[in-house]
């Protein structure tokens, strides 16, 4: 499972044109899961995702966490994160999760954070999603589990 966390200003997300879910100050999750990825794998990245202490505190110091500001998650499924180029130009997706698999584990993420009490978002799994958002900072953290724990 591979999650690329964007500390953000503002997110929406579209589907044929139509806003299917914005934030204001937070984070974009661009959430990737691979085959053999389970339950254990989203409980590592949302409770790594939901305490990343990115945000700023009163002496400018990256200190807080989303839940300390009380921001939103938007969560984008994007199976292209599990992408291989080691070979050729034509990325492999091979190493994706089928999407039986994957949608409920998106879900599951959705879920848990919203067990933390946070304000979540997502696009439309499966979709072509249009994703507009002002990152803040910039922090752009990259985030790998597997086996339960993140790498």
Same mark, same amino acid.
């Given at each position: 499972?591979?999650?690329?966390?964007?500390r *953000?200003?503002?997110?929406? *997300?579209s589907v044929?044109g139509?806003v299917?879910?914005? #934030?204001?100050?937070? &984070?974009v999750?661009?959430?990737?899961? =691979?085959?053999?990825d389970?339950?254990?794998? *989203?409980d =590592?990245l949302?409770?790594k995702?939901?305490g990343?202490? #990115?945000?700023?505190d009163d002496?400018g =110091?990256?200190?807080?966490?989303?839940?300390?500001?009380?921001?939103?998650? &938007? *969560?984008?499924?994007?199976f292209?994160? #599990?992408?291989?180029?080691? !070979?050729?130009?034509?990325p492999?997706?091979?190493g994706?999760?089928?999407p039986?698999?994957? !949608?409920? &584990?998106?879900?599951a993420a959705?879920?848990?954070?919203?067990?933390?009490g946070i304000?979540?978002g997502?696009g439309?799994?499966?979709a072509?999603?249009?994703v507009?958002?002002?990152n803040?900072?910039p922090?752009? #953290?990259? &985030?790998?589990?597997e086996?339960?724990?993140?790498?």
């Amino acid at each position: 499972m591979r999650g690329v966390v964007q500390r *953000v200003s503002r997110a929406a *997300v579209s589907v044929d044109g139509a806003v299917v879910a914005s #934030i204001g100050p937070g &984070l974009v999750l661009l959430l990737g899961v =691979a085959a053999g990825d389970d339950g254990r794998d *989203v409980d =590592a990245l949302v409770d790594k995702v939901v305490g990343l202490r #990115i945000f700023r505190d009163d002496s400018g =110091a990256m200190n807080l966490s989303v839940l300390d500001v009380g921001g939103s998650v &938007l *969560v984008v499924s994007q199976f292209t994160l #599990i992408a291989d180029v080691r !070979k050729g130009r034509r990325p492999s997706f091979v190493g994706a999760a089928d999407p039986e698999v994957a !949608k409920p &584990l998106i879900d599951a993420a959705l879920q848990r954070f919203a067990g933390h009490g946070i304000d979540v978002g997502s696009g439309v799994f499966g979709a072509t999603m249009q994703v507009d958002l002002v990152n803040d900072g910039p922090v752009t #953290i990259v &985030l790998d589990v597997e086996g339960g724990s993140v790498r």
